[in-house]
């Protein structure tokens, strides 16, 4: 993890960002299923971000067929009743900003990502949260390296 948001404010509109993509997906009854730090790219100078990725896409709550192993980062916790739901969708973005949350962080950017591993938010209410609580500004999360670099617009 070489970058660091260059301030919390960053941070929160990342976090953002990717809520309303994920709300807009949800909103249409579809999951994204992947969304982790190598699927969301930095437009530009804007401190805005982007999900990609999109051939994974998937309708939410179908049942996933037998031989169907999950993607990259999946665990035992993803799957609600062996499907994938948008609470899982909001528990794999949780798992990303776990990976990069400073053990020393403010304690309101932990509660909010162990409210998103646990799935008690979904997109709709994790965007309220960072678009409405002060002290969410506080994040801090550091970034891949890979996140930084402009995506070509």
Not at 67 to 73: A, K, L, M, V
Not at 106 to 116: D, N, T
Not at 141 to 149: K, S
Request: proline residues 3%; glycine residues 6%.
């Amino acid at each position: 993890m070489d970058g660091l948001f260059g301030c919390s404010q960053d941070a929160q509109n990342c976090a953002r960002d990717v809520c309303e993509a994920l709300l807009m997906l949800h909103r249409n009854s579809l999951v994204h299923r992947d969304p982790r730090w190598d699927n969301i790219v930095q437009l530009g100078q804007l401190h805005r971000v982007m999900l990609i990725d999109l051939e994974k896409l998937a309708e939410a709550d179908a049942a996933l067929p037998e031989e169907f192993e999950g993607f990259t980062d999946w665990d035992e916790l993803t799957l609600d009743e062996g499907k994938y739901t948008t609470r899982s969708d909001m528990r794999q973005f949780g798992k990303a900003l776990q990976s990069v949350l400073p053990m020393g962080d403010s304690q309101e950017a932990h509660s909010f990502v162990a409210h998103l591993l646990v799935k008690e938010l979904s997109a709709e209410a994790a965007l309220q949260h960072c678009s409405n609580d002060k002290e969410t500004q506080r994040l801090g999360i550091l970034l891949p390296g890979d996140l930084h670099a402009e995506a070509v617009v």
